[in-house]
């Protein structure tokens, strides 16, 4: 496949085709090239959104199936490795599904729906125009009165309401807290939102090995943690790593390997504890024997700065 990386920027610097960026998210970069690139993939901002953009247009081209045989099959054991391009996949396939015709076969089961829809019509008999514009005129006239009853009747329209949908009220005998004021508003039903689908955060009785990771240590092998791996498919390692206290987030942390490989990744995560910092939990099955480095970045608006990196050993 061919590739331009003899490309100079404004700065000097080498500039990588998208065509190389491809071939790096595919995991076909060679030795002499993959070095380079991953040292200004760490270092160049610029560089590291254009990845970013390009995974997308990755995850686009198989789910509209523009990709050959062999990108699909690299597709699907090396680029689908980390989970928020998984997430960033079933985003391109729900786009596909919705605003490619022809392609979705759960409309298919829409036309036995729809024979039910107009055996109930023709009973009503809204096949006829006369009965149809009589069925729009009452819904008409039931809106315009609900609105003429909410205006001058609201005492009627209590009523009903509170026959419908009558009050709630607490037993008298439930405990309440002494010396705080008690909240008579109606509560809000709150939503919990789903969590992102980059990074899955484990219950704890799942969680097979933890580890605490400092900034401090630096990248030499004999000085780093190290780490047992644990043995079975479904164990998770949690790595705890060390923040100063007036640090609050939110925070990305990158996995990497000590090449600069990508592994795992996690967006606005924050501190659950001051004294034990940010835990980022990772899937066993995704290490193996050799060293890695956490990289920790805070983002401030639309801007990210890198804030520490961590480094530690799996034997």
Same mark, same amino acid.
């Given at each position: ?23 790096? !998210?595919?995991?076909? !970069? ?194 780093? $943690? ?16 060390? !923040?100063? $206290? ?8 990158? !996995? ?60």
């Amino acid at each position: 496949m061919a590739t331009d990386t003899h490309q100079v920027d404004g700065n000097g610097r080498q500039e990588f085709s998208d065509e190389m960026i491809r071939r790096f !998210l595919l995991g076909e !970069l060679n030795v002499s090239e993959r070095p380079l690139f991953e040292q200004r993939f760490v270092t160049d901002d610029g560089l590291d959104a254009r990845v970013r953009l390009i995974e997308l247009d990755l995850a686009d081209d198989y789910a509209f199936e523009r990709l050959s045989s062999p990108d699909r099959r690299l597709f699907e054991q090396r680029f689908l490795l980390v989970s928020n391009r998984q997430y960033q996949l079933r985003v391109s396939k729900a786009l596909r599904d919705r605003f490619l015709p022809g392609t979705v076969t759960a409309f298919a089961a829409r036309p036995k729906r729809n024979i039910v829809a107009q055996r109930l019509g023709y009973l009503l008999g809204l096949d006829r125009p006369a009965w149809r514009i009589a069925f729009a005129v009452l819904i008409l006239v039931i809106l315009f009165g609900a609105v003429w009853l909410a205006i001058k009747e609201p005492r009627i329209a209590r009523q009903i309401t509170n026959r419908i949908i009558p009050r709630r009220s607490g037993p008298s005998s439930a405990p309440r807290e002494a010396g705080h004021a008690v909240n008579t508003s109606t509560p809000e039903h709150l939503t919990t939102p789903s969590p992102l689908p980059v990074h899955d955060q484990t219950a704890s009785s799942m969680i097979a090995a933890t580890i605490t990771l400092s900034s401090a240590v630096s990248p030499q092998a004999n000085e780093m $943690p190290v780490l047992n791996l644990p043995k079975g498919d479904q164990d998770v390692v949690r790595l705890q790593l060390a !923040l100063k $206290p007036d640090q609050t987030g939110p925070y990305r942390a990158e !996995l990497l390997t000590i090449e600069r490989s990508p592994v795992l990744s996690a967006d606005s995560l924050k501190p659950n504890d001051p004294r034990t910092g940010i835990d980022f939990d990772v899937p066993a099955r995704l290490l193996k024997a050799g060293s890695y480095q956490v990289k920790l970045s805070q983002i401030n608006e639309r801007s990210r700065e890198s804030v520490a990196s961590y480094y530690f050993r799996v034997q």
